[in-house]
């Protein structure tokens, strides 16, 4: 009802966090240009294996001015993984305790999404490239309500035979078959390509491995491999970079990287603590709950402010800091996340299933453990106080996104200026074949 889209709108309004000037509109009227990779973590960035750096060209780009980049960044998805971590950037708002808000309520739902809002706003073209099959995740549906103008799904590519590992078209082939479909749309445009080699079980042809690469040796055949797929991500996104710096494109947009979960899951990361340098006999639920971290990385050709910023955020922040960027404000919106350069960003990172890291602590399943010692924390009374009101605050935010994505709250709502998306205006099979 519209009272219980009041109480969300309370909510938001008032945990609302107005923009760092020196960073709004810094990235004005670019191309937005989003790669989702897939499965990828945090600990890739900068690690060697036998000597060797695993994904140099990411390193390169973390490493550099124009990247802004966050070391403290966390997914936050739930059992509709992929899905999960598209919802939460396109729209700031979480996925469901239970299953894919994309494959239960992706069909009816209203949304106030990236697409529609970029597009109403800045007259943005939308696009996404993908090498599955567009019903996956019921893409096809969720697209059109979000907006999105294109999909470039499976059926515009040639994924037969060896172009394609289980989950479609391999990496490197996605940004070079999809090309000629960029190349037409109508700029400025904000367009994701989703890859999906890195992508359990890590299965990659013995044709398309580095030979000048080695991995590692846990004991554990999917930990391994993951080394090698993440390899391969990294050149494929090396080699579309050479692409976008040709054409010009690269410092015309603002290309946003982001891992949209982990790989290696929590019972598989002991193999995993060899190659960190850690003791796998004492890991425990506060180690997993570290490994969380994902890479988000703004890369912004041109400017030279960037740097790691060591704030702590997650996937539901990506939006209104995005937009920021942009010099798109966001107070109108519905949005559960905050811009991730303000100084009133909330560093409360709230997991799907109630646990919550801050600066200081990480809370699982009600203990608290210290960030600095990893052991659980002997709090003061202030500090017993806020831990209690970061958890009402997680509580809090994640039962008003489930009440207004369950009961589909936002047809109650117009934000200034929005125009409902019209899921009929989209067809997908229509694009630039
Ligand atoms: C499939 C891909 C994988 O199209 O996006 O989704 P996931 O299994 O990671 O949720
Ligand atoms: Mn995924």
Redesign the pocket.
């Known amino acids: 009802t519209k009272s219980e889209l009041e109480k969300v709108k309370k909510f938001t309004d008032s945990h609302y966090a107005s923009p760092n000037v020196k960073m709004y509109g810094i990235a004005k009227g670019r191309n937005v240009i989003v790669i989702h990779l897939?499965?990828f973590q945090q600990f890739l960035i900068n690690l060697k294996v036998n000597d060797q750096e695993v994904t140099p060209f990411l390193n390169s780009l973390y490493k550099s001015k124009e990247t802004y980049a966050f070391d403290n960044f966390f997914h936050q998805v739930g059992q509709g993984?992929?899905s999960d971590?598209e919802n939460l950037l396109e729209t700031s708002t979480f996925g469901l305790s239970q299953g894919s808000l994309f494959a239960t309520l992706g069909s009816d739902n209203t949304f106030e999404a990236a697409p529609a809002i970029l597009n109403q706003r800045a007259g943005y073209t939308s696009a996404v490239f993908h090498g599955n099959v567009a019903s996956f995740w019921n893409r096809n549906n969720v697209y059109k309500n979000m907006g999105y103008q294109y999909f470039f799904d499976a059926s515009y590519y040639d994924t037969s035979g060896d172009k394609s590992t289980g989950y479609g078209l391999k990496d490197k082939l996605l940004f070079k078959d999809s090309i000629k479909y960029l190349e037409n749309l109508q700029q400025p445009f904000y367009v994701k390509y989703i890859t999906v080699t890195n992508?359990f079980p890590f299965d990659l042809d013995s044709e398309d491995t580095d030979p000048n690469f080695t991995a590692p040796d846990t004991g554990s055949t999917t930990v391994d491999n993951y080394f090698v797929t993440a390899h391969y991500l990294d050149q494929a996104v090396k080699e579309f970079f050479t692409y976008l710096d040709k054409s010009g494109l690269a410092k015309k947009s603002i290309i946003v990287l982001y891992g949209?979960?982990y790989g290696i899951s929590n019972s598989e990361n002991t193999a995993l603590a060899s190659v960190l340098g850690k003791n796998a006999d004492d890991w425990t639920d506060f180690d997993n709950a570290q490994l969380q971290r994902v890479p988000l990385m703004f890369v912004i050709p041109g400017t030279n402010k960037g740097g790691v910023f060591n704030t702590y955020g997650g996937e539901v922040d990506v939006l209104p800091t995005l937009l920021h960027l942009l010099g798109i404000s966001t107070k109108r919106y519905i949005m559960f996340g905050t811009d991730l350069f303000s100084k009133e960003h909330s560093q409360v990172v709230a997991f799907r299933n109630h646990d919550f890291v801050t600066p200081n602590f990480t809370s699982i399943s009600d203990t608290v453990y210290s960030n600095k010692t990893g052991k659980t924390a002997t709090l003061t009374a202030a500090e017993k106080k806020k831990v209690k009101a970061d958890a009402k605050l997680v509580n809090e935010e994640l039962s008003l996104s489930d009440s207004l994505n369950q009961k589909n709250l936002l047809r109650f709502y117009t934000p200034k200026g929005f125009t409902k998306v019209k899921a009929s205006d989209y067809n997908y099979a229509n694009g630039l074949k």
């Open positions: 897939e499965s993984k992929t971590a992508h949209d979960h």
